[in-house]
């Protein structure tokens, strides 16, 4: 429950019974009920609101994405995840793999000045 282990909890319920008392102690608990309800229909409401006004080509948007570790997770972090157990799973030997293959490139000597290209830059 949030992280907290039994000890926290029964730590929270016996502050919660000094602070309130035994006879107010249900109604704050009804109180809290109510108002974490509302807010979460209300985050529930701004969310489907977002995804009204954004149309139809963000019906999978999720306001959660925003956050930079989510975005970097699942735009990074699933792909490189993705690649390793695509390439871990082909269980492909050395032999079997195409060989690696480049244009040569000509290397310039000491103090040649390289190729310029005015229409580049």
Not at 2 to 29: N, S, T
Not at 56 to 80: S, T
């Amino acid at each position: 429950m949030f992280g907290l282990g039994w000890l926290e909890v029964g730590a929270l319920i016996v502050i919660a019974l000094l602070v309130f008392g035994p006879e107010k102690l249900p109604q704050a608990a009804a109180q809290a009920g109510k108002t974490l309800r509302n807010l979460r229909r209300m985050a529930n409401n701004a969310r489907d609101d977002l995804r009204a006004g954004l149309g139809p080509e963000f019906r999978d948007f999720d306001p959660a994405d925003l956050n930079p570790r989510n975005f970097v997770r699942k735009h990074l972090l699933d792909d490189l995840e993705d690649d390793w157990n695509n390439n871990k799973s082909r269980d492909l030997e050395p032999a079997t793999m195409a060989p690696y293959t480049s244009e040569p490139v000509d290397e310039l000597g000491f103090g040649e000045i390289p190729p310029y290209d005015s229409e580049a830059t």
